[in-house]
């Protein structure tokens, strides 16, 4: 564990020092704060990079999923539905809004979601929901590669 809390230190600087060039490294880097459970930095990083780039999904999604594993399903849920907004389509977030509703349980909504990404991907099944946290889905699918 220190091991892997060190090398996502080294992480974050070298993600600080890049954000300069590329900004949008932001989502990244608070990923970086959430592998350390360093919500309240994570959630600065994100709002402060949404709000400079609200066109970039992947900082929704990012702060959406922090939302929801701390609990803040109507903030999480906020997040989704901007992106949607702008990507009706996305995968990613409508994953996050399925599980947003189950663990909501909004049963009528939760199926409305379901069946849009049913549409999208035929082999989706509602058992494949998982309401882990983003790092743990992560780890998890490094394993399997």
């Known amino acids: 564990m220190f091991n892997e ?3 996502t230190r080294q992480e974050i600087r070298r993600l600080q020092k890049k954000m300069k060039k ?3 490294l932001f989502a990244r880097l608070a ?3 959430l592998k350390l459970g360093d919500w309240d930095r994570a959630e600065k990083v994100l709002i402060r990079g949404v709000a400079d780039h609200p066109d970039y999904v992947t900082g929704l999604l990012v702060l959406g ?3 929801l594993y701390t609990g ?3 903030d999480a849920l906020e997040c989704v539905e901007k992106g949607l907004q702008q990507y009706p389509n996305h995968m990613g977030l409508l994953r996050l809004k399925e599980k947003i509703k189950k663990q909501t349980e909004e049963e009528q909504d939760l199926q409305e979601v379901q ?3 049913r549409s999208l991907d035929p082999l989706h099944t509602h058992e494949e929901v998982s ?3 983003p790092q743990e889905e992560r780890r998890k699918a490094e394993e399997l590669t």
């Open 5 to 7: 809390d060190s090398k």
């Open 22 to 24: 590329s900004p949008l």
């Open 31 to 33: 990923e970086c704060y």
């Open 65 to 67: 999923e922090g939302y």
């Open 72 to 74: 803040l399903h109507r």
């Open 115 to 117: 069946d849009s990404i």
């Open 131 to 133: 309401v882990e946290a």
